[in-house]
């Protein structure tokens, strides 16, 4: 299988690390469940002409279209309340539709990850055979003056839907607006809400079905969202089942969640073995 993702990978401010960043972004994680689950992964992202692509992972395939600046995030948590802050003191620029049009057609998924409104419905149209999917989320972010991050409407929701095969976003990244989701959905993508703890709503076929989070220990929630999205789009293409595919995606999540950071990334062999104790009418609620 051929996975393809789109968007920024970002340098994230880490004061306690000796360069003062690490490098994220879904690019950099999904990429590397991607690896994980054994599909041929290729990034298209722009950024400053460092690093190397080995210096990233070797496993990806890396095109970082050359600009003056990486995309950063600065996260900043309320000492009392805990509440996240995000800024973006530096964007890379858009995605250039030139790159994306030199890219290998014979693709299985291209998978549009936005950070900051850098990937537009130009890019999808580009796809006529692929299994196209996102991760919307950047598409819902506004930088003001001072590099606040704050959260606003998907406004090109109506010109990038008509492309899209699948959508993946949790709760928080629309403030729990469902029936905005719900029109999504109704528009023609098959859509996994995500709800954390309380497990993800499958909207597909005009259904909405319930799917209960796999049961795990907690230790970090840190890159679930990113998990779970490209291993419910991996297993969907695959099986063409997305009740399936919710399934698969939420016990892969549930791996992930049980270590500190990506420190341990969930394989096939991982998620099937949880699968043994953890049945499709397990995760639908009906035993």
């Known amino acids: 299988m051929r996975y393809t993702l789109i968007g920024y990978f970002t340098k994230d401010i880490a004061p306690n690390v000796p360069e003062g960043y690490v490098w ?45 600046q990486t995309t950063t995030f600065d996260n900043q948590y309320d000492k009392v309340t805990g509440k996240r802050h995000q800024l973006m003191p530096a964007r890379a620029g858009d995605i250039p539709v030139e790159m994306v049009q030199k890219l290998d057609p014979t693709q299985d998924i291209v998978h549009l990850a936005p950070l900051g409104n850098e990937v537009s419905p130009e890019i999808a149209a580009q796809f006529q055979n692929a299994w196209v999917v996102a991760t919307p989320q950047g598409w819902m972010r506004q930088v003001d003056e001072n590099y606040h991050v704050h959260k606003v409407a998907w406004h090109d929701a109506d010109k990038m839907l ?28 098959t859509v996994l809400y995500t709800r954390g703890p309380q497990g993800a709503i499958l909207m597909h076929g005009g259904q909405e079905i319930s799917i209960k989070a796999a049961p795990a220990e907690v230790s970090d929630p840190t890159g679930a969202g990113d998990v779970i999205a490209v291993a419910f789009f991996i ?23 049980e270590h500190q950071g990506v420190s341990h990334l969930p394989s096939y062999a991982e998620i099937e073995a949880r699968r043994q104790h953890w049945s499709r009418e397990d995760a639908l609620g009906l035993k």
Not at 53 to 66: E, F, G, N, Q, T
Not at 172 to 182: K, L, Q, S, Y
């Open 162 to 189: 008509p492309y899209l095969k699948a959508l993946c976003l949790s709760e928080e990244d629309i403030h729990g607006d469902i029936d905005t989701v719900r029109l999504w959905a109704a528009a023609g993508p």
């Open 24 to 68: 994220g972004g879904t690019v950099t994680y999904s990429g590397l469940v991607a690896a994980e689950l054994g599909v041929d992964v290729t990034v298209l992202t722009i950024g400053e002409p460092h690093p190397s692509p080995a210096d990233l992972d070797p496993r990806v395939k890396w095109h970082i279209y050359p600009t003056a």
């Open 235 to 257: 297993r969907y293409y695959e099986t063409g089942d997305p009740i399936e595919a919710a399934i698969f995606g939420t016990v892969a999540a549930s791996i992930i969640i």
